[in-house]
């Protein structure tokens, strides 16, 4: 595949760096955050936490925006009050960085390192937050430790392996089912075996764990999950099996090979897997799955086009009116999709949803695994960069998508549902959407909520943060949490 210079140089190399990615250096702690407009909703109790890159140092190569040190940032909400706070994932790369007074290890664009002790790369526990049996977990995208968070603090307990009974690393975006109050997971390899599935109990202990026969390592992101199945994906990127049998990495996209989608029983094997073959795609956030008697639906936001410069990339609406942003090599033209897995035919349909470029997509959590009617995601920026300016609800029964933009020059993040508190407030939309938005030009951040049952309302309520928010990945909402009342930040390192 051939890359022009309009392909690769589309924004310059550092610009996942600076401006409204560049690092903060300082923890901090502030209570009482000041109402800026509208009025904290008294049904709105918990923990609203959001991950992220945040180098502590300046990187030795060329930099990817998934290569940043973690911080997560929260906000606990209760009593008509909110109190903000943002804390390193101290991970043992970080510290051992610190130790050193450097970034030691290069990041996913240059050549990796496979002799390196614990990898080729840095466990960051940059990507996502999770929460399990009273629980909060920082994760890792290309399956890590899992990093244990106080969610009262947010400090850095350390590593977990459940009491003993994790003998793999854990993948980021694992699925808890509100049902069961089983974790469902997967761990992801380079080397054979290429991913396991496994289940934590409701008690904290592994369960369940499963080697999956896989042809190569498989990039793998994300899962879905339904009262009796786990979803999986063996998609049509991938890193070159030639190049990677010489110590080299380099991700193709291969129109020719199908995508395969497998279903496998929670607790099932590897010979159990249901393999569809679907039209090729690539795919990192899937919105949800669930049963409609022997089919599995499974709605995500499917990028057909995922390359750079591939010179085959198709020529759509959307990519004649606005631009698409880069992260990488990653072509990031997502869309809403759903796929129809005919357990009983063996058969797979599919079809597009909604043409909104949108992904970071987020549910009622409550509702995982069942037929959820609304998903709510990040808009894209028009920009070369991946940025969020609004964002969009998706009602999945109709297709229609109501969206909400940010105030001109302000971005925002994933936005996290929280369910009312109130026991007599138990509809799919009673609640609210937490997220956190940024000006661009003077790096002021807040924090905005929203009525889930119409975001045309606008913020009911915006509330002053007084450290500077980074854009960030993946957030998750704590119901009950209890802030801490004197806990001080600790020192932070400065690059």
């Known amino acids: 595949m051939t890359m022009t210079a309009e392909d690769t140089d589309r924004h310059p190399p550092d610009a996942y760096l600076r401006g409204p990615y560049a690092s903060i250096h300082t923890e901090t702690t502030t209570r009482d955050l000041p109402v800026l407009a509208g009025e904290l909703p008294s049904d709105l109790e918990g923990l609203f936490v959001r991950n992220g890159s945040n180098p502590a140092f300046d990187p030795p190569g060329h930099y990817h925006w998934f290569d940043g040190d973690g911080m997560v940032h929260g906000v606990h909400f209760g009593g008509g009050t909110a109190t903000y706070r943002n804390r390193w994932v101290r991970t043992a790369g970080l510290e051992a960085d610190l130790d050193a007074g450097r970034a030691r290890l290069r990041g996913i664009l240059e050549p990796p390192d496979f002799t390196a002790a614990g990898g080729p790369f840095k466990d960051t526990g940059n990507t996502d937050v999770v929460h399990h049996a009273g629980r909060l977990y920082a994760l890792w995208w290309l399956s890590g430790a899992a990093h244990e968070l106080d969610p009262t603090t947010l400090e850095t307990i350390g590593v977990s392996d459940f009491g003993g009974t994790l003998p793999v690393t854990m993948n980021a975006h694992p699925k808890v089912d509100p049902s069961t109050g089983e974790m469902v997971f997967t761990s992801y390899s380079m080397l054979p075996p290429y991913l396991h599935i496994g289940v934590v109990s409701p008690e904290g202990r592994v369960t369940h764990l499963e080697p999956i026969e896989l042809p190569g390592p498989r990039l793998q992101h994300d899962l879905a999950i339904t009262p009796r199945f786990t979803v999986l994906f063996d998609m049509s990127m991938m890193f ?20 395969r989608i497998g279903v496998v029983p929670r607790h099932g094997t590897s010979s159990e897997v249901r393999w569809f073959e679907v039209e090729p795609f690539f795919m990192y956030h899937v919105i949800n799955a669930h049963e409609e008697g022997d089919t599995v639906v499974l709605r995500g936001c499917r990028m057909a086009d995922p390359l750079v410069g591939d010179p085959h990339n198709a020529t759509t609406e959307v990519s004649t009116r606005r631009t698409i942003p880069h992260l990488g090599h990653l072509r990031l033209e997502p869309v809403l999709w759903e796929w129809r897995l005919d357990l009983a035919t063996g058969l797979a349909t599919e079809r597009a949803i909604d043409d909104t470029v949108s992904e970071f997509p987020r549910i009622n959590d409550l509702r995982m ?4 009617e609304s998903s709510w995601s990040p808009t894209f920026a028009d920009r070369p960069t991946l940025a969020f300016d609004g964002l969009v609800h998706h009602d999945l029964r109709d297709g229609t998508a109501t969206v909400h933009r940010h105030p001109e020059g302000w971005l925002g993040n994933e936005a996290v549902f929280a369910p009312s508190s109130d026991p007599a407030r138990t509809g799919e939309r009673d609640g609210y959407l937490v997220t956190f938005v940024t000006e661009e030009a003077t790096g002021t951040s807040e924090v905005h909520v929203f009525d889930a049952n119409d975001l045309t309302l606008g913020p009911v309520a915006r509330l002053a943060v007084t450290a500077r928010v980074p854009l960030g990945y993946h957030t998750e909402w704590v119901p009950g949490a209890v802030s801490a009342t004197n806990d001080d930040a600790t020192p932070a390192p400065r690059s």
Do not use: N, Q, S
Not at 240 to 259: C, I, M, N, S, W
Not at 369 to 372: L, M, N, Q, R
């Open 240 to 259: 070159d099996p030639e190049l990677l049998a010489v110590g080299r990495t380099k991700v193709r996209f291969y129109r020719d090979l199908p995508t």
């Open 369 to 372: 695994g069942t037929g959820a």
